[in-house]
């Protein structure tokens, strides 16, 4: 075999496996001839004659092509036209165009950070800012979606970080609810943090003539405002993006931002038709009452929460209902599509719904007839009912200064299970112990159960944690008898680990669970592999599940705990808290606050008799609420 064939059989084989997983995904051209419930064209700019006509006589005067880098003298006139235009729609100094909405949160987060910085990250928010933390090698520090309070937590445990971002959506681009943006603005005052806010879909849509999200708050926190980011493919129906600030931003963008500095420039079409959606976009406010309206009534009619602006999530739970729903919305004439994980967390694959000026009431009614029966065929499905009150069947207005971030996520995901993870920075740390003091817990938090992921070895730690906690148990996805790696294991025995087999095991057992935490416990330390090509931290960064560390707390665990805490946060995880089994060892403790910034640690000692009552002792005596939240 070759070695393009041997890549080409791994691609394959790789390609086989997301499609087992029902993740493949294909190249679909939207069609004139179905109703628009996906695009993200807002105000039906696309098609409009003004903004064709202008790229049109852009590609006249101009040419075709970018030619060169802007630095190099590539672009046209028409790029610092459509520049001061956005600025001037957002009351800001200047802006700068990116050729897309990815690289312009590449190039702005990457100029203001990089290593030795840390950036706050919602947990919900789009790749490109997942992204764009690795690209500038800052450190990644995740906080719970939407919430002030967590954020304040993490930014007072960043240290002596010498510049702190916060970053987050304001409109957020699968779940459609708005960021609340004071309180997590407050919080980066406190902390002398800056603020980077992607408004990707919310411009054009809330705030006065369109101007965003950020622009409700007046100029209250400007102080604490270092970008907005624009982008020109949704409610402008063009492409490309800019990045809003100051006149000091967009001249350091100029110099530091490499997605900017090494790539061609946009067609002058781009940015000649971006001068007249810009203009068009400023005065649609009745095109924007008829969208809100229209969200309102979709999400009204369809059991789902309020939209904050066009974006309307219909949660259903497997990528297979998503599917199903997608597929009979298109026999009903109807473009709307699936978002399955990696887009969404898993478990919550859901019909994404947008709303555009250019729909209409009937097609509303089309489109409720189809999904409407999807929903009702479930009753056990618990569908999330936020920002509707139940006495007049009126949605509520969306409100910018105030979210209940707990209650929201509880709505979304109904009573349904909930997996919690416990990896290790190696063998033998601790991890069934621990292991059972979650599943004991678990109780006292909506209840539990335990499953261990792939058993290697005779010794069977699902039954330790059944004597220890008396916890549900479920039989292991895979077990080996040799004691080594999974990977190597199943090869002693001539078989293979089979990933997605075991992911579809642990989604069966949540469903069997039905409402709880599921603690689930790994093998070994955490980038121990399941076959040759694909590690447990592999599984972890591509299913997202919220996950716990394990390490030892004596000799050895500065080094083990400070890569691994490295690892999860390179791949955008972050671990709920951390556990440090053994004697206690005040020294490393202090090293690995100071140093992992993670919190809290939570000290297991070596039980001088290891027993249920020694676990409800140490439960009684330490506080598991941050573990547990959703």
Known sequence: MTERESLDARLAAERARWRAAGLERELVLASNALADFTSNDYLGLARHQQVIEAGREALREYGAGGRASRLLGGGSPFDERAE??????????????????????????????????????????????????????????????????????????????????????????????????????????????????DEAHALGVLGASGAGAWSLLGNEFDDVLAARVVTGG???????????????????????????????????????????????????????????????????????PAPAAAIVPVVLGSESRALDAARAALAAGLDARAARPPRVPAGTSRLRLVCHEFNDDAELERLFAVVGPLLASD???????????????????????????????QERRGARAVPLVVAGTDTG??????????????????????????????????????????????????????????????????????????????????AELGEGTLVVELAGGLAVPLTDEFTQLDWLARERWPLVLVARSGLGTLNHTLLSLEALRARHLEPRALFLVGESHPSNRAALAGLGHVAPILEVPLFERLSTSALDAWIARNDLTRVFEA
């Not at 067609?267 to 309102?296: F, H, N, Q, T």
């Not at 499905?381 to 707990?406: F, T």
């Open 379 to 409: 009753a056990s499905r618990e569908l999330p009912r936020a920002g509707a009150d139940a006495s007049s069947g009126e949605p509520d207005r969306a409100e910018p200064h105030a979210h209940d971030r707990r209650g929201r996520a």
């Open 429 to 510: 740390v601790g991890k069934t112990v621990v292991s059972a003091l979650l599943a004991r817990a678990a109780d006292a938090h909506g209840g539990g159960a335990y499953w261990k992921a792939v058993q290697t070895g005779e010794e069977s730690d699902t039954r330790a944690v059944l004597e220890l906690s008396a916890a549900r148990t479920f039989e292991p996805g895979a077990a080996f008898a040799k004691p080594a790696s999974p990977h190597e294991a199943a090869r002693a025995e001539g078989k293979s680990v089979d990933v997605e087999q075991l992911g579809g095991r642990l989604r069966a057992n949540l």
């Open 234 to 304: 949704k409610a402008l129906g063009v492409t490309g993006a800019f990045v809003v600030g100051s006149a000091a931003l967009r001249r350091h963008l100029l110099q530091r931002a490499r997605s900017f500095v090494f790539t061609t420039a946009v067609s002058p079409a781009v940015s000649g038709a971006l001068c007249a959606a810009i203009e068009l976009a400023k005065r649609a406010d009745d095109a924007r009452a008829k969208l809100v309206r229209l969200s309102r009534a979709l999400a009204l009619g369809l059991g789902a």
């Open 84 to 197: 001061e235009a956005l600025a001037r729609w957002l009351g800001a100094e200047a802006a700068l165009l990116f050729p897309s909405g990815y690289q312009a949160n590449i190039g702005v987060v990457q100029a203001l950070i990089g290593p030795g910085d840390v950036l706050l990250s919602d947990e919900l928010n789009h790749a490109s800012l997942i992204d764009a933390g690795r690209v500038a090698r800052a450190r990644t520090v995740v906080y719970r979606h939407s919430d002030p309070e967590d954020l304040e937590r993490k930014l007072a445990d960043v240290g002596a970080a010498a510049r702190v971002l916060v970053a987050t959506e304001s409109v957020f681009s699968m779940d459609g609810d708005l960021a609340p943006l004071a309180e997590l603005a407050r919080a980066a005052r406190a902390r002398g943090a800056w603020m980077l806010v």
